[in-house]
């Protein structure tokens, strides 16, 4: 994914099948896993999958992710792993699918303001939203971001965060990564909160991507967790 300036107002524009086919075509002596973000957020599965065609003959699997961010990240580590011991194809997309159907995404954003220039919420929400400090927290659910829940103040926001990954992962042992937004100071809290609460190697601390962070602006903090 790219992203795109037109004068104040940020864009993103996915790669295009030509640029994925020519990858494809220099990688088709091998069996291709080729994973990417979610299809509802983005249409880079759709130009991965244009390109497949483009490329008669190679093995080329596409898979929706159904994730952004380190979540995204996460599912491709697991499949990189599995195909460094060895693991068939079939295997690792068995593998990928099991990831998919136990990782979850939650985060809240600082401001509702970029969430308003996506259409997201309205003008009145993003006034009142501002007025009480609301931080607004947002789950991924099919590969889109549904609301969960409003907090007032980012210090609540944080600590309900925490909560909710502790009741989720209900004692379980879990694979973590954590993400912001051009806030380091709001993800140390955080990890602070989680890290007696949680069974969690060292998380994995990861800054928003440009294309992502383009349509939740700065401020954001998440959570990536998939119980073992």
Do not use: W
């Amino acid at each position: 994914m790219r992203m795109v300036e037109r004068r104040e107002q940020a864009t993103t524009s996915q790669p295009t099948p030509v640029e994925f086919s020519s990858v494809y075509t220099r990688l088709s002596t091998k069996s291709i896993v080729s994973i990417h973000l979610s299809s509802a957020m983005s249409g880079t599965c759709q130009s991965a999958r244009i390109a497949k065609e483009m490329v008669p003959g190679a093995d080329i699997e596409v898979i929706d992710s159904k994730m952004v961010s380190m979540g995204l990240g996460l599912v491709v580590l697991e499949a990189a792993r599995a195909a460094g011991e060895g693991k068939t194809k079939q295997e690792i997309l068995k593998i990928i699918n099991d990831f998919q159907n136990r990782i979850q995404v939650f985060f809240f954003v600082d401001s509702l303001d970029y969430l308003v220039r996506g259409g997201r919420i309205g003008m009145a929400g993003a006034f009142l939203g501002s007025i009480l400090n609301i931080k607004p927290l947002l789950f991924l659910k099919d590969g889109l971001v549904q609301p969960y829940e409003k907090v007032r103040g980012k210090a609540k926001a944080i600590e309900r965060l925490a909560q909710i990954v502790e009741e989720r992962a209900a004692g379980q042992r879990i694979q973590c990564a954590l993400v912001h937004g051009m806030d380091p100071a709001g993800m140390e809290q955080f990890r602070l909160k989680i890290r007696a609460r949680l069974r969690c190697d060292e998380p994995i601390i990861s800054k928003l991507g440009a294309v992502v962070g383009t349509h939740t602006g700065p401020g954001v903090v998440g959570v990536i967790f998939v119980p073992e």
